[in-house]
């Protein structure tokens, strides 16, 4: 999702490339979304510790990023130093010997103070082959105006069925407002991830223990005729272009009621400096049908190539970015959205 990146981001070392302190400018591709805005805004403090180093960021689109690293991988063609990647890729270009693991980060790097399961989704064998940078889950947010205007309540934990009801009842076509948000573009880290996580709620899965696809089954039925339904009926204009920035605007400009998406998303409408509409975005649990109820632990990674960047510098930077997200566990109260997790029922890190 979240998704999409969908997630954690963090850094993994290419193989095969080697350190070269000549080298001057160290090209970083990542998506385009606020919390790498974040990250850039970290540039100047680095280099200027760092002056011989010039960094470049190449922003993407995340389907685009996904196409453009991958390929860049998988042909060696060096255009980027850092890429920024999910958890989806990393066991995979592990076991292709396309990354190298981090076993070097120094003592000042405690690799078991990570969130176990963050850990282990960037680790193979044993071994950790990216550097956390965040990690999230799922849920619903929603703007208390327009829920008081319509006399609703929200429940502490939804139902699809209320999520409909109150989609349908939110719907204002001719004041441009509409019930709710979700991701339709195409992707895996798009509607895709969404979808997967919808679909366990309605007890559906991609394959069964002997490998079968199982997506001709009711429950995908079910799945995507809800899907399909609701947005047509409650969900904005174009709604299949719109992914995690198109429904923060959307959402943060009063023109959608709710938003199923990436927990990451909290800081951006629950914020009480920021906007009005952030002012008004409050959170709940991912909504459940029936007995299961969608869970989804997103996590990415940032992949970098270790030329022209050296180890020391590497264990500081990668340690001072976990720190400054909160990764680590004896941090918790520094702020970072895991953190702020561990301390808001409504924010808990669900595990898949």
Known sequence: ?????????????????????????LTIAT?????????????????????????????????VLRQRVTTDIA?????????????????IWAKKNWLIPLDNLGSDYDTADLL??????VSVSGKLYAAP?????SMVMYRTDLFQKAGLTMPEKPTWDFVIDAANKLTDKSAGVYGICLRGKAGWGENMAFLTAMSNSFGARWFDEKWQ?????????????????????????????NGFNENLALFNSGKCAMWIDATVA???????EGSPGRRQGRLRARAECGARQERQLAVGVESR??????????????????????????????????????RHANLALSES
């Open 1 to 25: 999702m979240k998704h999409v990146l969908s997630a954690l981001l963090g850094a993994a070392t290419l193989l095969g490339a080697a350190p070269s302190i000549a080298q001057t400018t």
């Open 31 to 63: 998506v385009n979304n606020g919390d790498m805005i974040r990250m850039q805004a970290l540039t100047n403090e680095f280099t200027a510790k760092n002056p011989d180093i010039t960094v470049k960021w190449v922003t993407l689109e995340e389907n």
């Open 75 to 91: 042909t060696k063609g060096g255009q980027f130093d850092v890429l920024t990647i999910g958890t989806y890729e990393v066991p």
């Open 116 to 121: 176990p399961k963050i850990r282990d989704a």
């Open 133 to 137: 940078f965040y990690g999230e889950s």
């Open 213 to 241: 696809p199982q997506f001709d089954k009711p429950e995908w039925k079910k799945t995507l005729s809800t899907y399909v339904d609701l947005m047509k009926a409650a969900g904005p204009p174009g709604a299949s272009s």
């Open 266 to 272: 909290a800081s951006f409408v629950t914020n009480p």
């Open 305 to 342: 190539d270790s030329r022209g960047f050296e180890e020391d510098r590497r264990r500081g930077e990668i340690h001072r970015l976990g720190d400054q997200q909160g990764l680590h566990q004896a941090r918790r109260l520094e702020g970072g959205m895991g953190q702020r997790a561990a």
